[in-house]
Structures are given as structure tokens and as C-alpha cells.
């Protein structure tokens, strides 16, 4: 088996571990936020990528923000307890600055898969309102 194999097992091993111990503990709505972040982040951006509403300019941001969520190279390991996924959602963050900045809000929540908490949390960090 690849190295980069096991290496990737590994931290899904631990980043699922996390998020069932955080459920455990009585931490259900933010392990299911952790769970669903990153990859509610990574279908947004594709979604608004190919959405003819959205100007060319923050499409290259949105490609950009989602080749980071993508990438296994992280400032923060995603396996890190609460703390690893930071970096994705401060990137994320400023992604989402600039395309409501550019789009509007309302497309942003429009194509929005997940909990609109979550995406009201990510907006408050980057100092947008609603």
C-alpha cells in the first residue's frame, strides 16, 4: 500500500475519531459542523464556480479557495482536534468576503448545502452580514 495511502487513512482515522468523540460528549450540532464543513465549503464553491450569476473575477477566487480545501497540504493537519480544519475555514472565510462583496448574500445562501448557522458562523468571521 502507497505510504501517501496509509498517511491519508490515518488522519481520516483520527479526524473521524474527533468528530464521533465530540458527538459522544454531548458536542452533537458542532461535530456535525465539523463533519460537514469542509466539504459543504468544497460544493458551494463548485456550485458557484459554474453559476452564470457570479462575475468572472471572484470565479478565480473560487477556484483558488476550492483547490485549497482540496489540497492535502494544509497550514493546520486536518486530524488536529477542532483546530485543523481553521485554516480551510479562514480561507474559506475570506473567499466568501469577497464573493459577497462581488455576487450578494442571497446567491451565496442560495446555493448553500448545509446549515445556514454554519454559513452565518463562516460570514460573521469574515465580517459580512447577512
Given amino acids: 500500500m502507497p505510504t501517501w495511502l496509509i498517511i491519508l487513512l490515518v488522519c481520516a482515522s483520527i479526524y473521524a475519531g474527533v468528530i464521533v468523540a465530540l458527538a459522544v460528549a454531548g458536542r452533537g450540532l458542532l461535530a456535525k459542523e465539523l463533519a460537514t464543513l469542509v466539504p459543504n465549503l468544497i460544493l458551494l464553491f463548485k456550485d458557484l ?22 489540497s492535502p497540504i494544509d497550514l493546520l493537519p486536518e486530524f488536529l482536534p477542532v483546530i485543523g480544519p481553521l485554516d480551510d475555514a479562514l480561507v474559506a472565510a475570506l473567499v466568501l468576503r469577497h464573493l459577497v462583496r462581488k455576487a450578494g448574500a442571497p446567491l451565496v445562501y442560495e446555493r448553500w448545502r448545509g446549515d445556514p448557522a454554519t454559513l452565518d458562523r463562516l460570514l460573521r468571521a469574515a465580517r459580512i452580514s447577512r
Avoid at 468572472?56 to 482540496?70: D, E, F, Q, S
Fill in 49 to 70: 464556480a459554474t453559476d452564470a450569476r457570479v462575475p468572472r473575477g471572484a470565479k478565480i477566487w473560487l477556484v483558488v479557495g476550492g483547490l485549497w480545501l482540496v
